[in-house]
């Protein structure tokens, strides 16, 4: 990806009026001024708040620029992606932004790398989409009422986070949950005891705080790749949160979860595979400056045991990736 182009951070400024509903001359301006640029990523543009029984699809933006090499590479057909996170909560989701959703179709079509490499003139050439779309296109419901994180992918291309308020004023929520039948999460619920965050690095997840680093400067979330002594792939992260993205243990919870955590989503995506693997753990948090903090050491090495594959790691509205071989 290049670095931000103005075109792309005119798309995601785009008032809440026109990421619900973008006047076609506007799409087809922006469209222009995309192919133009020479930029190249993907862009989202979401509105920051959606009443719901006044737009029960729940419309959103998304422009994807790259040269012919790139499209040939990584096919946008198979790899755009859509991603959705509840704050505070426990959903998770991904669709596929160019497959609407219960459409059944043969991906063999539309594989990367899929007949002659593009060579000479060709190169040049660029491939611009600027499109219109909704959650109940993506996922065929549109989410509850509630606070979201929500990113578009272009497998190795992310775009920037976007924060969104869902309301439903005449109490009519969405049809169903996000659907997430690759979901693998450890319940909320799950046994959590202060020595189990703090236990030995060699059984891993850790939460234990390495020594001589500090807490990020800044909110946000940072991981590297490293080979461990037992030759395990682990991610060595931190994360900094506000406190309206901290989740706190009731009383019926105390004892069972952190008094203050964040779920840590591990999103494997592969390239060309229809489904996204997630793992959620849950990450204790410790105040700092008013803000939360943490650290962790994970073991990614049965998520990246293929070339073509690569993690995120989602924490809030704050991610980290694509960590890949």
Do not use: C
Request: charged residues 20%; without cysteine; proline residues 7%.
């Amino acid at each position: 990806m290049t670095p931000k182009d103005p075109v792309f951070q005119t798309i995601e400024n785009l008032s809440d009026a026109q990421a619900l509903a973008l006047a076609p001359e506007t799409q087809a301006e922006l469209l222009d001024d995309l192919m133009l640029s020479g930029a190249s990523g993907i862009v989202l543009a979401l509105p920051s708040q959606v009443e719901l029984s006044q737009h029960p699809s729940f419309p959103f933006v998304w422009g994807l620029q790259m040269n012919a090499l790139r499209g040939w590479e990584v096919s946008s057909k198979l790899n755009a992606r859509l991603l959705i996170t509840e704050l505070q909560g426990e959903e998770i989701s991904v669709g596929h932004l160019l497959i609407p959703h219960g459409k059944r179709f043969s991906p063999k079509p539309f594989l990367s790398r899929k007949g002659p490499k593009p060579e000479d003139q060709a190169l040049a050439q660029s491939n611009a989409n600027l499109e219109k779309s909704s959650f109940m296109q993506v996922f065929g419901v549109s989410p509850a009422p509630g606070r979201y994180a929500v990113t578009v992918f272009y497998h190795d291309w992310p775009s920037e986070t976007s924060v969104v308020t869902v309301s439903s004023s005449n109490g009519v929520e969405s049809a169903a949950a996000l659907a997430a039948p690759s979901l693998l999460s450890e319940p909320a619920t799950q046994s959590y005891t202060k020595q189990a965050a703090q236990r030995d690095k060699n059984n891993l997840p850790s939460y234990e705080p390495r020594a001589g680093v500090g807490a990020l400067p800044t909110l946000g979330l940072t991981a590297r790749l490293e080979r461990d002594p037992a030759g395990r792939l682990i991610a060595l992260g931190q994360l900094r949160l506000t406190k309206n993205e901290v989740i706190t243990a009731n009383s019926s919870l105390k004892g069972k979860v952190p008094d203050a955590f964040v779920r840590l989503h591990i999103v494997v995506m592969t390239l060309d595979q229809a489904e996204t693997t997630i793992k959620t753990l849950i990450a204790p948090l410790d105040e700092f400056s008013g803000d939360y903090v943490a650290q962790f050491t994970v073991d990614l090495s049965s998520f990246l045991q293929q070339a073509t594959s690569l993690v995120y790691l989602i924490a809030g509205s704050q991610k980290s990736g694509p960590l890949e071989l």
